[in-house]
């Protein structure tokens, strides 16, 4: 049974990947990019839970990550004009730390894809398949969930 809060915290979570979509459509908005930012990290608390989100970003071994997930996320909200008054450096500070953070779920993502029915042909290729074990380790002992 699903709660309530995770059910919302979903919701919230694909509207904040919406809205960080359309800002980077749109050219870096950055009013966009910050609603997304926002809309993000509450999805991501309701999801997993508020002492797990606060477990997740306080690990010693990932602080690179959180610094530049923050950091992108703080240039971004204060409307760092970089190139032509868009927040690029912020949203490359965020795509880093994203990567940094949940860099071993791609792999559990990419094998959960497989089976869907058209995408999973393209995750087949083993080209792709490289691609994504090469984020998290790889191998079968590894497969574990990020948060």
Known sequence: MVSDNTKIG???LFLGCV????GIIFFFDAAL???GDVLFLAGLTLTIGFSRTLRFFSRR?????????????ALVMFRWPVIGRRPVF???G??????????????IAAASM???PVVGQVFRVPAVERFFQSFGGGG???RRAPV
């Open 94 to 107: 965020q795509v880093y730390g994203l990567v940094y953070l949940f860099g071993q779920f791609f792999p």
């Open 61 to 73: 071994d990932r602080i690179r990550g959180i610094i530049a997930f923050f950091g992108g996320v």
């Open 33 to 35: 990019l910050a609603l």
């Open 19 to 22: 809205f960080l979509f359309l």
């Open 140 to 142: 079968a002992s590894s």
């Open 114 to 116: 497989k089976d869907v």
């Open 10 to 12: 979903t919701g919230l």
């Open 90 to 92: 912020g949203m490359i």
